[in-house]
């Protein structure tokens, strides 16, 4: 398994591209099960859960063609010769999930693994199951496998959420694009990705209206056609290198990056004494002479600070002036980095879903194991920061999400590589 092997100090400059989401393309790919004519995704990023959900729709009968080195998909899905997501792939992402809806649109039947356990916690899918079951299908759990069976179609209907959750919001936006009648999703997401998968579905010619609003109604159709749509930025990637000047010291420039993506982030930024600007081609981090301040942060459903950034924000909070408190209200066992980063000399207290992080002046570098995909970052920005050298272990959480990692880090003179594992 590599490693990555960061030396600290030095600070960063340049200018750093910022990938298509990863989480907004993980959703728009099963998109293709909807209809019989090719969908294409631009501006894909190249990751390894990409690669998971690829395979996944070819073991359906998908055809998937990858251009530009994987930047642009076309997917094909005019013959389904398996209905049955299996264990074996699911087991790998959570995002497995949302092949449920549009097969079961499409097809009247599905046979999906149930995802299992996750390091951040349970993640259970019965807001999903429940919500299928309101469009009229047919539930059973057998073997560990959801079969669901909708023989005469999907029936439209008001489905409220009892709380915000961003994938059963999109399997529901999928399914009921096929559904007779209108549905009506009410306590739905609301975060870029829900958008940029309306978005999507309405170029394959779905009648959707109020995405980005917790009220979304879709008007089923008899069919979809084909089409081309570019991802949106993704905006965890973006928060993530935005912070990596000031680990550091210096000024990067994250190219496509767009405040609105990132709000509640930024506002933060602003509390903690680091200015962001919009520049024309993206948005611009310094870190000035003096230190960061300590701040208080709840992660919350957008338009809230992501919880997909809380790590990345501990590792910032490590060094600030004074006592933050991180609030995790998303997910119940999501500070799995705190240990890691207190052996890089942070001092954290948690506490169940809240963690008080009391600045120290420097962390030292030290081996650390990577947890989980975000907690992986964290440690990396951490390492740039500390005194000496940090090896993060178990890097492959990063793949999944993270794009080229030391080649965007590299190029603004990060002393960052890749050790291969044996
Ligand atoms: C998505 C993102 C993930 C992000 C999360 C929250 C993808 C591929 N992943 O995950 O990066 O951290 O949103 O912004 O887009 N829950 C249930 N029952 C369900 C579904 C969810 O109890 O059926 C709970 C979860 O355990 C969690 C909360 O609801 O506590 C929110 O989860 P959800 O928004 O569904 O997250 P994901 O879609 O899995």
């Known amino acids: 398994m590599d490693s990555i092997l960061v030396t600290g100090g030095g600070e960063l400059h340049g200018q750093i591209p910022i990938a298509g989401a990863k989480n907004a393309c993980l959703t728009l790919m099963p998109a293709t099960l909807l209809t019989e004519e ?3 995704l631009t501006n894909a990023p190249r990751l390894s859960d990409i690669k998971t959900m690829n395979a996944l729709l070819e073991s359906l009968g998908t055809e998937v063609t990858t251009l530009q080195g994987g930047k642009v998909l076309t997917m094909s899905s005019h013959n389904l010769d398996n209905l049955t997501a299996d264990y074996d ?13 549009p097969m079961l649109a499409r097809e009247g039947r599905a046979v999906v693994s149930l995802p299992g356990g996750c390091a951040i916690g349970a993640r ?3 807001l999903h199951l429940n919500a299928m079951e309101a469009l009229g299908a047919e539930i059973e759990l057998r073997d560990g496998y959801i079969h669901a069976y909708a023989p005469k ?8 959420f009892p709380f915000v959750s961003v994938g059963a919001t999109e399997n529901v936006l999928l399914a009921a694009t096929l559904a007779n009648g209108t549905t009506i999703i009410k306590n739905a997401a609301r975060e870029p990705e829900i958008v940029d998968l309306a978005h999507c579905l309405q170029a394959m010619g779905a009648k959707i209206e109020g995405e980005g609003t917790s009220k979304i109604t879709v008007e089923g159709v008899d069919r979809l056609h084909g089409a081309t749509h570019p991802v949106v930025t993704d ?25 609105e993506l990132l709000e509640a982030f930024c506002e933060k930024l602003d509390e903690a004494g680091i200015s962001v600007e919009q520049t024309v081609n993206g948005l611009k981090v310094k870190r000035g002479n003096s230190g960061i301040k300590a701040i208080n942060v ?11 950034l809380q790590a990345q924000m501990m590792a910032m909070l490590c060094t600030a002036t004074g006592t933050s408190v991180l609030e995790e209200k998303i997910f119940e066992n999501r500070f799995m980095h705190a240990p890691e980063l207190s052996r890089m000399g942070a001092k954290i207290e948690v506490n169940g879903g809240t963690a008080v992080v009391t600045g120290v002046e420097r962390l030292k570098g030290a081996p650390v194991m990577a947890t ?13 920061a500390a005194q000496g050298e940090t090896l993060v272990n178990r890097v492959y959480h990063l793949d999944r999400g993270y794009e080229r990692v030391e080649e965007k880090l590299g190029s603004c003179g990060a002393k960052i590589e890749r050790i291969s594992g044996k």
């Open 298 to 308: 709840t992660t919350e459903p957008f338009p809230g600070f992501p919880t997909d």
């Open 372 to 384: 989980d995909l975000r907690a992986s970052v964290s440690l990396i920005l951490a390492g740039l």
């Open 124 to 126: 259970p899918v019965d």
């Open 38 to 40: 090719p969908l294409t």
């Open 235 to 259: 905006r965890i990637e973006l928060g993530t290198y935005m912070l990596a000047p000031i680990f550091t010291g210096g000024e990067v420039e994250c190219l496509g990056g767009r405040i």
């Open 89 to 101: 792939i699911v087991r790998k992402m959570r995002a497995s999930i949302l092949v449920l809806g």
């Open 153 to 160: 179609g999907l029936q439209g209907n008001i489905i409220e």
